[in-house]
């Protein structure tokens, strides 16, 4: 609510009560347990894992729910959806919500990150307490809002910027200057965030066996640190090289994490290709080729497979209604 003063408050952390009178709402309904002991109480979309899974928990299920109000805050609706309860609970028990990045491209890494860590499928690898996602939101909100010290020199500059003779050139000079200044201080920042934050993230996501949103977040750190040493131990952890091959060549090649149903497919090239870096998180992979039928599949592939190859069908080879199935 908001109160008269314009402060807006929190007075539901998702634990809703229906009355009779306002009739069923699916959103607020509790959800039944999976096993024959009672019910869970709580609004579906809030609930963290533990509690889908019946097992003990206190102040991680909140920190979870606040996880998920930042991220419908941020990006505009709920991270983990489906269209019946059941899809639902999948999603929060297994799916990675998608990349606050892709949603909202202007929103600091920080922030993704903050919201990330409190959405961790573990209790023990979440934020331990509300203090901690104060601190952090704290400290993120400080550097955004940090004002620009401008040096005595710069005003002395101004001062004799005023002659019309230095005036016009001094001008274009400075524009040029200040153009390449601020992208080298942008890259240099985006460079510490790499090595203190991203890298460490991406370790832990490893830890962890999320290798999609580890994969994800150390080609965003390779942008600014390629060939980091602690970049280089993580990439194989996370990520492996594969061959694509295609009958015919000459086909689009996209991928996405097996578990993110929702998430956009990414090119990965046109086949054949030599060496594809792929996530070691399962896989969805999309093949398009004009006048081939679109396949669309999710290969288990081996430790060692060097080689993946996909056969495409000329459009209207198999009968109207049917879909070729592999094996």
């Given at each position: 609510?908001?109160?008269?003063?314009?402060?807006?408050?929190?007075?539901?952390?998702?634990?809703?009560?229906?009355?009779?009178?306002?009739?069923?709402?699916?959103?607020?309904r509790?959800?039944?347990?999976?096993?024959?002991?009672?019910?869970?109480?709580?609004?579906?979309?809030?609930?963290?894992?533990?509690?889908?899974?019946?097992?003990?928990?206190?102040?991680?299920?909140?920190?979870?729910?606040?996880?998920v109000?930042?991220?419908?805050?941020?990006?505009?609706?709920?991270?983990?959806?489906?269209?019946?309860?059941?899809?639902?609970?999948?999603?929060?028990?297994?799916?990675?919500?998608?990349?606050?990045?892709?949603?909202?491209?202007?929103?600091?890494?920080?922030?993704?990150?903050?919201v990330?860590?409190?959405?961790?499928?573990?209790?023990?690898?979440?934020?331990?307490s509300?203090?901690?996602?104060?601190?952090?939101?704290?400290?993120?909100?400080?550097?955004?809002?940090?004002?620009?010290?401008?040096?005595?020199?710069?005003?002395?500059?101004?001062?004799?910027?005023?002659?019309?003779?230095?005036?016009?050139?001094?001008?274009?000079?400075?524009?040029?200057?200040?153009?390449?200044?601020?992208?080298?201080?942008?890259?240099?920042?985006?460079?510490?965030?790499?090595?203190?934050?991203?890298?460490?993230?991406?370790?832990?996501?490893?830890?962890?066996?999320?290798?999609?949103?580890?994969?994800?977040?150390?080609?965003?750190?390779?942008?600014?640190?390629?060939?980091?040493?602690?970049?280089?131990?993580?990439?194989?952890?996370?990520?492996?090289?594969?061959?694509?091959?295609?009958?015919p060549?000459?086909a689009?090649?996209?991928?996405?994490?097996?578990?993110?149903?929702?998430?956009?497919?990414?090119?990965?090239?046109l086949?054949?290709?030599?060496?594809?870096?792929?996530?070691?998180?399962?896989?969805?992979?999309?093949?398009?080729?004009?006048?081939?039928?679109?396949?669309?599949?999710?290969?288990?592939?081996?430790?060692?497979?060097?080689?993946?190859?996909?056969?495409?069908?000329?459009?209207?080879?198999?009968?109207?209604?049917?879909?070729?199935?592999?094996g």
């Amino acid at each position: 609510m908001i109160t008269p003063a314009g402060r807006v408050k929190l007075l539901d952390f998702g634990l809703a009560v229906r009355h009779e009178e306002a009739g069923p709402a699916e959103a607020t309904r509790s959800l039944q347990s999976l096993t024959e002991g009672g019910a869970v109480a709580g609004t579906l979309h809030y609930l963290a894992p533990e509690v889908l899974r019946g097992e003990p928990s206190e102040e991680s299920r909140d920190l979870w729910a606040m996880g998920v109000l930042l991220y419908e805050m941020l990006a505009g609706r709920l991270p983990f959806e489906g269209e019946v309860g059941t899809a639902v609970l999948a999603s929060i028990l297994q799916a990675t919500p998608e990349s606050l990045h892709k949603v909202r491209p202007e929103l600091p890494m920080d922030v993704e990150r903050i919201v990330a860590h409190a959405l961790d499928k573990s209790p023990d690898s979440r934020y331990r307490s509300a203090g901690e996602i104060h601190k952090d939101l704290t400290a993120c909100h400080a550097a955004l809002s940090a004002p620009i010290q401008i040096p005595s020199t710069a005003r002395v500059l101004v001062h004799r910027l005023k002659r019309p003779s230095v005036a016009v050139p001094a001008v274009l000079i400075l524009l040029l200057l200040g153009g390449l200044g601020y992208r080298a201080l942008r890259f240099s920042a985006r460079k510490s965030w790499a090595t203190e934050q991203a890298l460490p993230e991406v370790s832990r996501l490893a830890d962890a066996e999320n290798f999609a949103g580890a994969f994800r977040l150390a080609l965003e750190a390779e942008r600014y640190v390629p060939g980091h040493p602690a970049l280089a131990r993580l990439l194989p952890r996370i990520a492996r090289e594969i061959a694509v091959q295609t009958e015919p060549a000459g086909a689009q090649v996209y991928l996405k994490p097996y578990s993110e149903v929702n998430a956009e497919w990414q090119l990965v090239g046109l086949s054949p290709i030599a060496a594809a870096r792929i996530s070691r998180a399962y896989l969805r992979w999309k093949i398009v080729k004009p006048g081939y039928q679109t396949s669309e599949v999710a290969p288990v592939l081996a430790l060692n497979q060097g080689t993946v190859t996909f056969t495409l069908h000329k459009e209207g080879s198999l009968p109207a209604g049917m879909v070729r199935v592999p094996g």
